[in-house]
């Protein structure tokens, strides 16, 4: 299998892995749902660690057009995928025994799952990542879009949707509701530009 099909196998796969994650970890911790809690945290950041090695693949199959502006934009992107990655270890796993055992200092820090924290320090390192995703995606899109390589809605898309997904945080809490909507925008437009990366090397690539 070549690494063009492989690239939109990880798209695809972190698109239903997010999906699946967001539909079935629970809205709130209590130790009666932690299965469910680490299976869905799990599914969420394996659909993310694909994400990052298909689109590293993707780029290097692309880098030729994508120029500077798409290795930015790479680089942007994973350093932001990797802080999400750590957030949800953080919150899947270790947040619900430290919730148990000393639930006084995650309402101290502000550091539950979604929350604010409340150190300046730690509330900068909390949202860089997001806004460096946003940033990453708003700089590999656009590369993508100047490229005229794939088709123009899906890379709209996972432009509109990961740009959401980073300034998300800073949202008032009413529209944090809406997040899952944001997500399966990003999903969507994710999972097509891999359909079309699997189908594009069967019918045209060849020919370019």
């Known amino acids: 299998m070549n690494i063009q099909k492989l690239a939109g196998f990880c798209f695809v796969g972190t698109g239903a892995m997010t999906v699946a994650g967001f539909l079935l ?25 694909l994400n990052l090695i298909g689109l590293g693949w993707f780029y290097s199959l692309e880098r030729r057009h994508l120029g500077k502006l798409g ?21 899947g796993l270790i947040y619900p025994f430290v919730f148990e055992a000393h639930p006084g200092f995650i309402a101290e820090v502000g550091l539950g799952p ?37 088709p123009k809605v899906p890379i709209v898309l996972l432009m509109s949707g990961a740009i959401a997904v980073g300034v998300w945080p800073l ?24 359909v079309v990366l699997i189908r594009r090397r069967q019918n045209d690539r060849q020919q370019e």
Request: hydrophobic residues 55%; glycine residues 14%.
């Open 25 to 49: 970890h629970p809205h709130g911790y209590t130790p009666e749902v932690q299965f469910m809690w680490l299976f869905g945290h799990g599914l969420i950041s394996l659909g993310l660690v």
């Open 71 to 91: 290795l930015l934009g790479l680089t942007a992107i994973g350093i932001g995928l990797s802080h999400y990655i750590g957030k949800l270890y953080w919150s």
């Open 114 to 150: 979604g929350s604010e924290p409340k150190a300046v320090v730690i509330k900068a390192v909390y949202f860089s990542g997001a806004l460096l995703f946003a940033i990453g995606f708003a700089a590999f899109g656009s590369a993508l879009l100047k490229a005229k390589r794939f």
């Open 171 to 194: 949202m008032p809490d009413l529209l944090q509701m809406l997040s899952p909507v944001v997500s399966a925008i990003y999903a969507i437009g994710l999972v097509w530009l891999g």
